[in-house]
């Protein structure tokens, strides 16, 4: 059983920065392809970042391209999303996810439903 669990939220003001962590136990993370999304308040759920099972493919939705960096670290068993010159419109919860994949598959996904195991999340509050 694999289980995920997200760190390093909290309030910062506009321009701040922050780096979300997700730590990952039950199976090593090169098994998977990982991404972020977040969800705000009244909204649906939407892809942050996304990266392959080899590290080697990245994806980032356009609205935080440039400002946010998705990266892992296989040694720890973690995925980190380093989030810079925060907007308040980044305000959110902030979710990681896994999907099992195999050898050969290169892809990265996007889709919440393409996604098999999630955190329980941990909140950004982005202050103007």
């Known amino acids: 059983q694999v289980t995920l669990v997200e760190s390093g939220g909290g309030l910062v003001q506009a321009g701040g920065s922050l780096r979300l962590s997700c730590a990952v136990s039950?199976?090593?993370?090169?098994?998977?392809?990982m991404g972020w999304f977040r969800q705000a308040p009244g909204k649906e759920r939407e892809i942050v970042a996304a990266?392959?099972?080899?590290?080697?493919?990245?994806y980032y939705a356009a609205s935080v391209k440039g400002r946010l960096t998705i990266s892992r670290d296989t040694a720890k068993n973690t995925m980190y999303l380093q989030m810079n010159s925060l907007k308040p419109e980044d305000t959110a919860v902030y979710y990681c996810?896994?999907?099992?994949?195999?050898?050969?598959?290169?892809?990265?996904?996007?889709?919440?439903?393409?996604?098999?195991?999630w955190g329980q999340g941990t909140q950004v509050t982005v202050s103007s």
């Open positions: 996810a896994v999907r099992e994949t195999y050898d050969s598959d290169y892809s990265y996904y996007a889709g919440t439903g393409e996604y098999e195991h």
């Open positions: 990266i392959n099972r080899s590290g080697g493919r990245t």
């Open positions: 039950g199976r090593p993370i090169s098994r998977y392809a």
